[in-house]
């Protein structure tokens, strides 16, 4: 069946059983789920078909819902979002990483090791990318639901990381999740624009 193929089956169950997809994965059932860096580049090239196939810039999205008409070049905040979302190829493989040190530091815990923490952080990365899609269609609608990009990125890593990481105490899981899915972000976030001002200014 289709559904049983390795993407399918891979992108069905992140969305209802990741805990499940990531402990089958390490256990060695790994003919069942696309591995996690191959799933990552796959949803990246899905979501980059969709932006072309919409015309979708984020760039001009910003504009409009700021009002304005300056160009990139003219402002450095613009120029170095312009830079992130032309390389994002890049810049995406830094988020499994910032995510597998924040679920070390909030779920220590646990007996994962680095190796296994960033599986994790790949195949919530890339599940992020294919629900980033979302927003992208919703700017058809109004400009400003863009901003929906990061409700959906911190919902689905807090529930990721919950499900995957979850005690019988469901507040203080979905905290934790919550605090490790938000500093993840961040720090990603923190992380693209500092390397994206110093190749900028560097030129």
């Given at each position: 069946?289709?559904?049983?193929?390795?993407?399918?089956?891979?992108?069905?169950?992140?969305?209802?059983?990741?805990?499940?997809?990531?402990?089958?994965?390490?256990?060695?059932?790994?003919?069942?789920?696309?591995?996690?860096?191959?799933?990552?580049?796959?949803?990246?090239?899905?979501?980059?078909?969709?932006?072309?196939?919409?015309?979708?810039?984020?760039?001009?999205?910003?504009?409009?819902?700021?009002?304005?008409?300056?160009?990139?070049?003219?402002?450095?905040?613009?120029?170095?979002?312009?830079?992130?979302?032309?390389?994002?190829?890049?810049?995406?493989?830094?988020?499994?990483?910032?995510?597998?040190f924040f679920s070390k530091l909030w779920f220590w815990k646990y007996s994962y090791n680095f190796a296994e923490r960033?599986?994790?952080?790949?195949?919530?990365?890339?599940?992020?990318?294919?629900?980033?899609?979302?927003?992208?269609?919703?700017?058809?609608?109004?400009?400003?639901?863009?901003?929906?990009?990061?409700?959906?990125?911190?919902?689905?890593?807090?529930?990721?990381?919950?499900?995957?990481?979850?005690?019988?105490?469901?507040?203080k899981s979905i905290i934790k999740a919550y605090f490790a899915a938000l500093m993840s972000l961040v720090i990603y976030?923190?992380?693209?624009?500092?390397?994206?001002?110093?190749?900028?200014?560097?030129?």
């Open positions: 069946m289709v559904v049983d193929a390795p993407f399918p089956r891979t992108f069905l169950r992140m969305f209802l059983k990741p805990n499940l997809v990531i402990q089958e994965f390490l256990e060695g059932k790994r003919k069942s789920y696309y591995a996690p860096v191959k799933y990552l580049v796959l949803c990246f090239f899905i979501n980059f078909l969709v932006t072309k196939a919409v015309d979708f810039d984020p760039i001009e999205i910003q504009k409009k819902i700021e009002h304005r008409e300056a160009e990139v070049g003219q402002n450095m905040g613009y120029e170095i979002g312009s830079f992130i979302s032309k390389n994002l190829n890049y810049f995406l493989f830094i988020l499994p990483f910032t995510i597998s960033t599986v994790i952080g790949f195949y919530l990365s890339a599940q992020y990318i294919i629900l980033a899609i979302i927003p992208i269609l919703l700017v058809m609608i109004h400009p400003v639901l863009f901003y929906s990009n990061y409700l959906i990125s911190i919902v689905y890593i807090t529930y990721g990381l919950y499900k995957i990481f979850k005690r019988k105490s469901f507040i976030i923190l992380i693209a624009v500092v390397i994206a001002y110093i190749i900028i200014t560097s030129r």
